[in-house]
């Protein structure tokens, strides 16, 4: 069965810093892997995606996620944040080719002044 | 930006109540969904819906059901209401193949 594990349950940082949010994941078949945030009291809007190709995704607000197969890892990352980056962050990955979902138990990214 | 609509975003309610949450999109995808989300944890998939006339259990076990009689419309129905069936209720729709899901903003509901 597939499974995903965020690392962190929160992550403070300074704004202007840079920030890597852990995810890791376990799949014995091809996976297909998401990044989405929430910010309060919204649902989920999809920050990146990985399906194939280049394992460097970049996605919306400066964000980007590194697919890395042999240590089944999809971690975010991000220059340099800012406070409206503030928001709980989940990853998710393809629990087959129907596209039902599992996700991790999220991040909370608190970035202060 | 999705079309996909819940309502409503908030209830409050006494057990025993009835209840019905909407949801809707306007973007045509046959695939719908149904997650439950408490605070701190994960989504967990609760319905699915593949196209009309089609509904299937998701992952966690739970006491609603669902109907799913146009492409649009996705409702989810608890005939019961009970204190434990507080947390908060997403719905989201996806197109063919491994098109992302598109997510409404959320009902949050209180069984009191």
């Known amino acids: 069965a597939q499974s995903v594990t965020q690392l962190d349950s929160q992550v403070p940082v300074f704004e202007e810093a840079p920030v890597e949010l852990r995810c890791n994941y376990s799949?014995?078949?091809?996976?297909?892997l998401f990044w989405y945030v929430q910010y309060p009291n919204q649902g989920l809007q999809l920050l990146l995606k990985?399906?194939?190709?280049?394992?460097l995704v970049k996605g919306i607000n400066g964000f980007e996620a590194e697919f890395n197969k042999s240590q089944t890892s999809f971690h975010l990352r991000k220059p340099s944040v800012h406070i409206s980056d503030t928001a709980e962050y989940f990853c998710a990955v393809n629990s087959g080719s129907q596209g039902n979902l599992i996700f991790g138990k999220g991040t909370k990214l608190s970035v202060k002044p | 930006e999705a079309d996909i609509y819940q309502t409503p975003r908030y209830l409050v309610i006494g057990t025993g109540k009835k209840i019905t949450l909407e949801c809707s999109q306007t973007?045509?995808?046959?695939?719908m969904y149904w997650y439950q989300q408490d605070p701190g944890m994960e989504l967990h998939l609760i319905h699915y819906?593949?196209?009309?006339?089609?509904?299937e259990k998701g992952d966690l076990s739970s006491e609603s059901t669902v109907s799913r009689i146009r492409t649009e419309h996705f409702p989810l129905t608890l005939e019961s209401a009970r204190p434990s069936h507080t947390s908060q209720y997403l719905c989201?729709?996806?197109?063919?193949?491994?098109?992302?899901?598109?997510f409404g903003d959320g009902t949050r509901l209180s069984i009191l």
């Open positions: 819906s593949y196209g009309v006339n089609s509904t």
């Open positions: 989201a729709s996806s197109g063919t193949g491994l098109q992302p899901q598109h």
């Open positions: 973007m045509g995808h046959d695939k």
């Open positions: 799949s014995s078949v091809s996976v297909y």
């Open positions: 990985y399906l194939s190709g280049s394992t």
